[in-house]
Every structure is written in C-alpha cells, then in structure tokens.
C-alpha cells in the first residue's frame, strides 16, 4: 500500500525539462498528504507562468495514481516567483525580485510593444509587476497604456508614488517631458533620472520589474547595469538583417556588462492576411530565431506584423488587455511564460552571479 513517503519519492522524481533537474532536488514539492486513499501533493512553483506546467502536474498526478491503494489525487498548486540576489557592488530596488531589461539595437523595432504587452501578460498570469519606461529619448508608455486607474504622484517628504495601468504600476520618463518637448539627455543625466526612479520611487512588493531601455547601447544600459541587479535581458529584433547586427551589438554590451541574455523575440515575423488567411513573410521571417542558436540564448517567440497591435499601443490598450482572445494575446502570453521561466532557471541554477549568458541555457 501506498505510504506519504512512497508518494514523495514517486513526486520528487520527476523531471522538469527545462532546470534539467527532478521536482525534490528543485525544491517545488510543498507537502505530500495521504488519508484514506485521497493523496493530496503540494507543489510551489518559481513562477505562476511557468512553461509546461499543465504537463508537470498531469505527470504528478499520474504518478501518484499509480501507486498502490490510491483512490484519487489532489493537486495544490501555488507560485512563489523566487528573488534574483544582487551582486554586492549593485544598489537595490527596493521590493522588486526580478528586473527585466527589453531591450533592442535600434529604434522601430517594436521594444515598447514587446515590453507593455510582456509586463501586461506577466500579470495576467497572476504576478505582481511594475513597468519602467527608462526610454529617455521616445517615452511611449503613456501613450501605449492609455488613461491611469490611478495617476502618479508625490506625496511630501515621501517616496514618488507610480501610476496604476491595467494592474500594474506604472513609471515614464514620460510623465516628466512635455509632450514633443525637445530635451537632450546627455549620460550623467540619465544616470541620474534613472537612479531616482530605481530609488525614490515607491515600487512596493513586486515579482517582476520589466524595464523598457532606450534603443542601442547607450549610456541608459551601462548606467542601468552599473545601478541595479537586472536579472535578465530580453532582445527584440525584427528578422531584417540589419536589426539584427544591431542586436548582436547589444549582446555583446549585455554580456560584457556581465547580464544574462534570457533570449530573443523576433516582432514583425510575418503578415497573417486577415482577409484569406494567407501568411506573407515581409522581413523574410526565421531571422531571429536562427539569431538565437548563434548567439545560443533561447528564443522567446515571433510576434506577426498586425494592424490590431499597433492599434492596441496607440489607443492606450495593448492587445493582451485589449483584444485578451486574439491570437496575438496568446503569443504574448506564451512569450511571458518563457521569459519567466527562463528567470526561473537563471535564479535557481545560479543563485550568485555568473558571467555571461552560456550559464542560462
Ligand atoms: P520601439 O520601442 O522599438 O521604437 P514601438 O514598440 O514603439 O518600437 O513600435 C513602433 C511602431 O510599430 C508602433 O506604432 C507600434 O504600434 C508598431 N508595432 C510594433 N509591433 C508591431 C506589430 N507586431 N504589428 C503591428 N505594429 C507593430
């Protein structure tokens, strides 16, 4: 007959592909109950998006089934999205356990789309997340996300208090410039503003920071690196070539500067003609992904080009808020799950820093 520790061992045993290791030498199994025949397994995950998770608890529960004497399992499930510890000559934002930096080579990619609808899709999964726009030379989140729930502000003597969008909270240099006020941010200037909103800004407790970068590999990235623990990079690239030398650039910066690539979303990979259903490769669509092996980072998914999405950014309702069953709601969503998984691997496999992003795969 079935005992808690046969069913432990059952559990504990099971492989998940992606950290290469089982559930008990991971950590994930919570608790195992049996009474009466009724098992009951507690697992707590690194992230409530994590990839194949359905997969994980079916393999769960049909281990335990076949175990002798067991009359039915019940799964508990929670997430508990696990803190990126910092290297000691880096400052902290306070309450954020993971910062993500989207970043692009160049400008027009699509980085701010990417970084709105992947902070958006983190909460839908049921994080808890904050969006930085550190984009000091085109600060578009205001315009990407629309009206605030609530707005920004500053209360005497206290911390600067960010905007609410959609359930997250919101920060923009944006909020700061004019619109179409001409300002030139020269480097030690941006280290500053950013420094300020990484420091003074009340953030809270949140699970993931996703940081919308400027474009390139400017001052804003070096400061950025310099300032706090970002625990990952995430690249977006259209397929054309020239996007993606620029991003080979901005790997190698990202590598130098000793973060983590988690890997490549390829946007603008093709056009789905909403009329026959015809799939057009405009930018000659593969790219990168292709970029991806080379640079040996994970590559995230493709975002096809469609009019839907630059609607979302400019009417203040990105897809994943705006069109929640469209098709490319769902590719953001999956394209969230990677990215948090692959924070996941980053922080259980390398609790300290490491160099690089070999470490990551
Ligand atoms: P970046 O931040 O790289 O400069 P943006 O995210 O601001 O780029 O995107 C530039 C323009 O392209 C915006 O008008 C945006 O709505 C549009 N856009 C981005 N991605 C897509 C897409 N997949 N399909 C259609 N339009 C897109």
């Not at 005497?156 to 410039?177: N, R, T």
């Not at 699970?207 to 990079?233: E, F, W």
């Not at 469609?306 to 950014?313: E, L, M, P, Q, T």
């Not at 098709?327 to 799950?337: G, L, R, T, V, W």
Request: proline fraction near 6%.
């Amino acid at each position: 007959m079935a005992t808690e520790t046969a069913i432990r061992t059952a559990v504990g045993g099971i492989p998940v592909a992606v950290f290469g290791r089982d559930l008990e030498s991971l950590g994930f199994v919570k608790s195992v109950a049996l009474v009466d025949g009724i098992a009951t397994v507690g697992l707590v995950l690194p992230t409530p998006a994590l990839v194949g998770r359905e997969e994980l608890q079916r393999n769960v529960t049909a281990a335990v089934e076949k175990l002798d004497g067991i009359r039915s399992v019940k799964l508990e499930v929670s997430a508990q999205v696990v803190k990126r510890s910092a290297r000691p000559d880096q400052g902290r934002v306070s309450g954020a356990k993971n910062i993500i930096a989207v970043a692009a080579g160049k400008g027009g990619v699509g980085k701010s789309t990417v970084a709105s609808n992947l902070a958006l899709a983190l909460r839908q999964w049921g994080a808890t997340v904050g969006l930085l726009d550190a984009d000091v030379y085109g600060p578009s989140m205001p315009t990407m996300l629309g009206e605030p729930d609530v707005p920004a502000g500053t209360k005497v003597g206290q911390k600067i208090v960010p905007a609410i969008h959609w359930g997250i909270k919101l920060m923009s240099v944006g909020f700061f410039i004019e619109k179409d006020g001409a300002v030139v941010w020269r480097g030690p200037m941006v280290h500053k503003l950013l420094q300020q909103f990484l420091e003074d800004v009340d953030w809270g407790e949140l699970d993931y920071l996703v940081v919308d970068l400027p474009p390139g590999t400017g001052d804003a990235q070096l400061s950025l690196s310099q300032l706090i623990p970002i625990t990952g990079a995430v690249m977006v690239t259209t397929p054309q070539e020239v996007a993606l030398i620029d991003v080979v650039k901005a790997v190698s910066m990202f590598k130098k500067v000793e973060i983590p690539v988690l890997g490549v979303v390829e946007n603008m990979s093709y056009y789905v003609c909403p009329g026959c259903g015809h799939h057009d490769e405009i930018f000659s669509r593969g790219g990168g992904r292709k970029l991806a092996e080379t640079l040996g980072v994970p590559f995230l998914g493709e975002v096809p080009i469609d009019a839907k999405v630059r609607f979302g950014g400019d009417s203040g309702r990105p897809v994943v808020v705006g069109a929640p069953d469209s098709e490319h709601a769902k590719i953001f969503m999956k394209i969230a799950a990677e990215v948090a998984t692959q924070i996941a691997v980053v922080t259980q496999s390398a609790p300290k820093r490491v160099a690089g992003l070999v470490s990551i795969r």
